[in-house]
């Protein structure tokens, strides 16, 4: 659901989007820490923000990290 507010934020098109791993941290809502492969090689970081279920907001991108690789830990940023 993110794909689009990352393409446009990044300003690349995505022809893989494929969620690899993902950590979550409670707050007013959930956040989400999830790392994507973009292309054969390339990964990105990204922080979405998800918020409670009674408030009807969808998933949102809040920040994303690019340039970095399968092997790159996830961390919070």
């Known amino acids: 659901?993110?794909?689009p507010q990352f393409e446009s934020r990044a300003n690349?098109?995505?022809g893989v989007f494929t969620a690899i791993e993902y950590k979550t941290q409670v707050v007013a809502g959930i956040m989400y820490f999830i790392k994507v492969q973009v292309s054969d090689v390339e990964y990105v970081?990204?922080?979405v923000f998800e918020g409670l279920r009674h408030e009807n907001q969808g998933p949102s991108l809040?920040?994303?990290?690019t340039g970095k690789t399968r092997d790159d830990p996830l961390t919070y940023f």
């Open 1 to 3: 659901q993110v794909k």
């Open 12 to 14: 690349v098109n995505c």
């Open 45 to 47: 970081h990204l922080k």
């Open 62 to 65: 809040v920040n994303f990290e």
